[in-house]
């Protein structure tokens, strides 16, 4: 599976008005070809550039549908919590 940045720019909504640039605490987006990138590695998803976009150009990557199209399969889960630890995903109805 391609890794995939959690905040990603809309690239055809993007009109490189620069206000995610001076609303990142971290300095992790910078315009590149023209479009304001969020730099994975300087990141720290506080979410903040999603807040501030006025073109809602910003948005957050998920995978909760995916997760939930897991979840109704028989074979077991396992979340990723936090690189590099695994934790096993205990299913509601095998709760105790």
Do not use: W
Not at 5 to 23: D, E, L, M, Q, S
Not at 34 to 49: H, S, Y
Not at 76 to 87: G, I, K, R, Y
């Amino acid at each position: 599976m391609p890794t995939r940045g959690i905040v990603r720019t809309i690239k055809a909504k993007c009109r490189r008005c620069y206000t995610c640039i001076r609303g990142c605490p971290a300095k992790a987006i910078k315009v590149e070809e023209g479009q304001a990138k969020v730099l994975e590695e300087r990141c720290i998803t506080c979410g903040n550039c999603v807040k501030v976009c006025s073109q809602s150009a910003k948005e957050i990557y998920s995978e909760i549908e995916l997760v939930k199209e897991l979840l109704q399969d028989a074979v077991p889960v396992f979340a990723t919590l936090a690189p590099p630890s695994l934790s096993p995903f205990i299913l509601p109805s095998h709760a105790r």
